[in-house]
């Protein structure tokens, strides 16, 4: 049975959690469900400035790696086409990159 948590602070990036150590009044016995969270972010120690300022920094980053994937899976294609028309087939590409047909294709449709 859990009897209390127990904190311990800590930063992860630019936000403060609190590490939760559960308390067991028998020890033995063998605990089913989770009484405490072991992790949360305390929001108390951040400005809704710093926040916001955060998930912009977050978007911006998403917006940039979403725009490397779209180049990355042009070249991709463009490179499986220079291999099509050396005369390997799809299925042929898809063993080589443990793949199955069916992926090639749809990397090559983009």
Do not use: P, Y
């Amino acid at each position: 049975m859990i009897t209390g948590c127990r904190s311990a602070s800590g930063t992860i990036g630019h936000v403060e959690i609190r590490r939760v150590r559960k308390v067991h009044d028998n020890r033995q016995l063998t605990v089913t469900t989770n009484g405490c969270h072991t992790e949360s972010v305390n929001h108390d120690t951040l400005t809704h400035e710093e926040i916001f300022g955060r998930i912009k920094e977050v978007r911006a980053q998403a917006i940039e790696r979403t725009r490397q994937a779209r180049t990355l899976a042009v070249e991709r294609r463009d490179l499986m086409q220079v291999l099509i028309n050396d005369g390997l087939s799809q299925s042929d590409i898809a063993r080589e990159l443990g793949v199955t047909r069916q992926a090639i294709q749809k990397m090559l449709a983009c």
